[in-house]
């Protein structure tokens, strides 16, 4: 919510933590590529925004608005775009399904 402090992002060691409470041996050891299939972000809209077609700002079409409120589950990112010194997210909307770009900061 707007105005509430982020949650830190877990680090290294944390998350080395975890793959390894996640893998006790009694299995094949799990790749992070198949511990990261089971994680899945969410963002919640709290400035109306677009949703684009493509990364890049200046070439990019609006596919549609986002409403403040509606979540999107993150594809890809968060990445710099420099040309307009932004951040962008590549994100599904959970209200209808369309995907695109999303400026976050």
């Not at 949650?7 to 009694?26: C, H, I, M, Q």
């Not at 050891?29 to 400035?47: D, G, L, N, Q, Y």
């Amino acid at each position: 919510k707007e105005g509430e402090e982020e949650t830190p992002a877990p680090s290294a060691e944390d998350l080395k933590r975890v793959f390894v409470y996640l893998n006790d041996g009694s299995a094949d050891p799990m790749s992070t590529e198949v511990i990261a299939a089971f994680i899945r972000v969410f963002m919640k809209v709290i400035k109306g925004t677009a949703i684009t077609d493509t990364f890049g700002i200046k070439d990019s079409t609006t596919v549609r608005r986002l409403e403040v409120g509606e979540v999107v589950e993150l594809l890809a990112g968060p990445t710099k775009e420099d040309s307009a010194e932004v951040t962008r997210v590549h994100a599904k909307a959970m209200t209808d399904g369309v995907e695109g770009w999303i400026t976050t900061e």
